[in-house]
């Protein structure tokens, strides 16, 4: 397992990272969730994220009871805050009152004393945003957290947030957590640009586009009965005929060197400096030993243009 600096800091997070989303507290049974776990920290996977909102606090449990057999300097533990916790008018959002809450519910289930990165879920329209870094800068004085992060925001509200943070000298957020694939690309043209110059690194999640990558559907075959495209009931877009020939021609590049098309996948991802670790989600160990696989993989210029090309077609 090779690692990278998160960001413009010096904490060093693998490049395959395992998280928890629909999976652990949910539909994949549990010893199948803590034997992912263990077998991603037994290949050198230092970096575990998870949300409060996942399962309603059920993953964290499961990840917090498993990470507990291993010393805590050891790994990197990220959880989040953001949507609804409950059903009242403060049991969602970023305001002081929900972020210091949730975060001190999420340490109990964690098990934890600590967060390594706490991200906000969603930029909140509704909250300051002096009001929710003054409250990520006071869990980080306390030491309860020890960098910030955001997922899904946009460029503008990063800049925005540093501009914040100077001027009241607070924390600084360090690290984004958006959606980043093949089939997924709009980070490319604002939120890497901004991360290099902020210094904020990218955590990406959904680098195998739920599954698509993997190889595992078929054009002209029925969806694999336990697949997420059968739970979350896909629409024809996300598995268009045009999107499963992509995959097909991708799995021909994978085939000549050797590789799965989700390990060709997630090197391509790596290829981005600024893309510190590849999120990524796994139902058994099985699946956790191919995706680390990816780590050591470094493509050519040739084949970075011969993907290029398919996924212009």
Known sequence: ????KLGRTGLKVSEISLGSWMTYGGYVENDKAVRSIEQAYDLGVNFFDTANVYERGEAEKVVGEVLKAYPRESYVLATKVFWPMGEGPNDRGLSRKHVIEQCHASLKRLQADYLDVYYCHRFDPETPL???????DDLVT?????????SEWTAAQMIE???IADKYLLDRIVVNQPVYNLFNRYIEKEVIPTG???????VVFSPLA??????????????PQESRAVSKGWDEKQLSESRLAKVEQLEAVAEELGIKVSQLALAWILRQDNVASALVGASRPEQVVENCAASDIVLSHDVLDRIEAIMQE
């Open 1 to 4: 397992m090779k690692y990278r």
């Open 130 to 136: 002096e009001e929710t870094l003054r409250a990520l």
């Open 142 to 150: 306390q030491g309860k957290v020890l960098y910030i992060g955001v």
């Open 161 to 163: 947030a540093h501009a």
């Open 196 to 202: 290099i110059a902020k210094g904020i690194g990218q």
């Open 210 to 223: 739920q599954g698509l990558l993997t190889g595992k559907y078929r054009r002209g075959q029925a969806l």
